[in-house]
């Protein structure tokens, strides 16, 4: 016979089949075709029909854009002057200089600006909103301070980036 024979390999056998990872997939699959189909009904739209508006040239109101800035008039932050401006039809501009110590007469100052923002308020008496930025060393109390004196009379108040005050030449 022939002694150059191939020897017989062992057969190999599977002992456990893992399906812990096959079973996760399919369950996050599961979710996000659950998810997916919710988020089809989502996609859909429905606009109403359009429709064009006719504005005549005579009713429109020129916005009044009241700015209220707030700028230290020296470089120890003891005197600050406050500059309140306003756009439209007749544009103004009142400021007030306070050289008080903020943490000692708050009601005083806050008292000051009341009164600059009801002359305001008396020539605009519709007017809800004003812009207020500090430029960039103001302390945060002063903030604070100006819109405690001015939320009464305007409540919307907006405030603006340093900067803003920053650009502003006196």
Known sequence: MNDFTFPKRAKKSIDDLNVVPILD?????????LL???????????????????IESGSTKVPINAKLNVIPLDSKMEAIK???????????ELSLSLKEDI?????????????????????????????????????????????????????????????VADAEKE
């Open 36 to 54: 997916s189909a919710s988020m089809v009904g989502m996609t859909k739209l429905v606009v109403p029909p359009s429709a064009t508006s006719v």
């Open 82 to 92: 406050i500059v309140f401006k306003w756009e439209g039809a007749k544009p103004g």
């Open 103 to 163: 943490f000692v007469n708050q009601k005083v100052v806050v008292g000051k600006i009341k009164e600059m923002v009801q002359k305001f308020k008396n020539q605009y008496p519709g007017e809800r909103t004003v812009q207020i930025s500090m430029q960039t060393m103001i302390p945060y109390q002063w903030l604070i301070t100006v819109m405690d004196g001015v939320t009464e009379l305007l409540p919307d108040v907006v405030l603006n980036s340093y900067t």
């Open 25 to 33: 997939m399919f369950v996050s699959i599961v979710f996000f075709l």
